[in-house]
């Protein structure tokens, strides 16, 4: 057998031996990291949530009397006047351990009541503006999406809809309100949507150039 050839061979079976180990030692590291975590979770008590940032619908302001006879857009608004009389938080980015230390555990099963219901907002949102966009009624969607952006949501397709209806008109101010809010998201899409925003927002630059 070459002597080099060997020679290679076994330096590069140590090398795979060595990121195996190494893998797990950081994988059992990273487990006890987290249990540890949890067990402090589970041990922090009930605090007081009045002072979360709750999402108040302001339903008053929303096309409620457009295509009201159409069957999605009719389950779009009856979604959000339930809505109304529930608690909704964004507690998009956070983990069950994250809630349970910040908030106490007692109160983990309201707190993901409250994000469940701000799940339904947001996608509720997004579907009621797609349906008003698709029959023409672009300007009453941006409403809902606007609004959407205010909550934080972590849409992208929101995002992407006002850059675009923005852009269209010019409007760089706007453009970078959305970046200001996006750049404060917890979620795994915020590169995406700035990405997309700052692009937007370019070729404004660009058609005043």
């Known amino acids: 057998m070459n002597i080099g050839f060997l020679a290679s061979f076994i330096t590069f079976s140590l090398l795979v031996s060595y990121n195996i180990k190494k893998q797990a030692r950081k994988g059992k590291h990273t487990e006890k990291d987290f249990w540890a975590r949890e067990a402090e979770a589970n041990a922090v008590r009930r605090k007081p949530l009045d002072h979360l940032p709750y999402v108040r619908i302001p339903l008053e302001r929303f096309p409620t009397h457009l295509l009201n006879d159409n069957s999605e857009v009719l389950e779009c608004i009856e979604i959000m006047e339930s809505l109304t009389s529930r ?8 983990s069950n351990t994250d809630l349970k230390l910040e908030y106490g555990a007692a109160n983990i099963t309201a707190l ?10 947001a996608r509720t949102l997004q579907k009621w503006a797609d349906a008003l966009s698709e029959a023409g009624h672009e300007d009453d969607a941006i409403v809902l999406l ?9 849409i992208s397709r929101t995002y992407y809809q006002l850059a675009d209806y923005w852009a269209a008109r010019g409007r760089g101010d706007k453009i970078e309100e959305m970046i200001h809010t996006a750049e404060g998201l917890r979620t795994s899409g915020k590169g ?18």
């Open 87 to 94: 608690k909704i938080v964004n507690l998009t980015g956070w």
């Open 112 to 121: 993901s009541e409250y994000d469940q219901n701000y799940t339904l907002l």
């Open 146 to 154: 606007e609004f959407a952006v205010s909550t934080n949501t972590d």
């Open 192 to 209: 995406a949507i700035l990405r997309h925003l700052k692009q937007s927002l370019d070729s404004i630059v660009g058609r005043l150039c």
